[in-house]
């Protein structure tokens, strides 16, 4: 068992209750080979803390961009509350060596597991708002999450670049992007494909992901630099 201790030094957050925080890094998985055991998964509180983070960063965004309409506010918030940010910002604060998973998802260590990590991340939150209340659950998210918003915003990170350039390739040459998986490797549980973007039968751009759509967004979002659609 891990020593969730050495977590809340991490994350400088001291819980009065300990097992919420060890529910947050338990997977369904890991009940499952272990029936016996008397806490439970942390699916509920990972259904408590999306509706937590939602409502901070909302607020966040609100306040921060007082010209910005709901469509981009929505955008932004989207960009920035997504399972590949989440999973990021919670490896980066060591969350894997703390998940309580079933033998067979320790062995998955692709898109499957970057989408436990975002569920953590969200579990987390969850266990802190209901140990510590709303104030200390902001703080762990104003720490955590909100300094990627400028990043965001400043990058585009927000706009869906196969939209944003699909429209531009009709504008300027009247053909819509296609997409081709020049490379695909790795085991089935942890796959990389290279995707190449297209107009018409010329290679503009490549880009690597764990799945087709991912390696398709990295593809496109190139193709926008490449052009200068930026």
């Known amino acids: 068992m891990p020593d969730f201790s050495s977590f809340e030094d991490k994350i400088k957050v001291n819980f009065k209750d300990k097992s919420l925080l060890k529910q947050a890094f338990v997977h369904r998985s890991y009940i499952n080979e272990n029936s016996k055991l008397s806490f439970s998964h942390n699916e509920r509180l990972e259904f408590l803390g999306d509706a937590v ?10 306040t921060k961009y007082p010209n910005q309409n709901e469509g981009e506010l929505t955008s932004y918030r989207s960009a ?9 910002i919670a490896s980066e604060m060591g969350m894997n060596e703390y998940l309580l ?4 998802e320790m062995k998955d260590v692709g898109k499957a597991r970057q989408y436990i990590l975002a569920n953590t991340y969200e579990a987390v939150v969850g266990a802190i708002y209901l140990d510590g209340g709303y104030t200390s659950a902001k703080k762990f998210i104003n720490k955590s999450l909100l300094p990627r918003v400028d990043e965001v915003v400043s990058k585009k990170l927000w706009r869906d670049a196969k939209s944003f350039v699909q429209e531009k390739c009709q504008e300027k040459f ?31 751009a490549m880009g690597s992901g764990k799945s087709k759509q991912e390696a398709e967004q990295k593809a496109a979002e190139k193709a926008l630099k490449v052009k200068g659609w930026g």
């Open 174 to 204: 009247s053909v819509t992007p296609s997409y081709k998986v020049e490379k695909e490797s790795g085991p089935d549980h942890d796959k990389q494909f290279i995707v190449g973007i297209f107009f018409g039968a010329d290679l503009i």
């Open 101 to 104: 998973l079933s033998k067979g």
């Open 80 to 88: 920035l509350v997504n399972a590949v940010v989440l999973s990021e």
């Open 53 to 62: 983070l939602e409502l901070v960063v909302t607020k966040y965004l609100y």
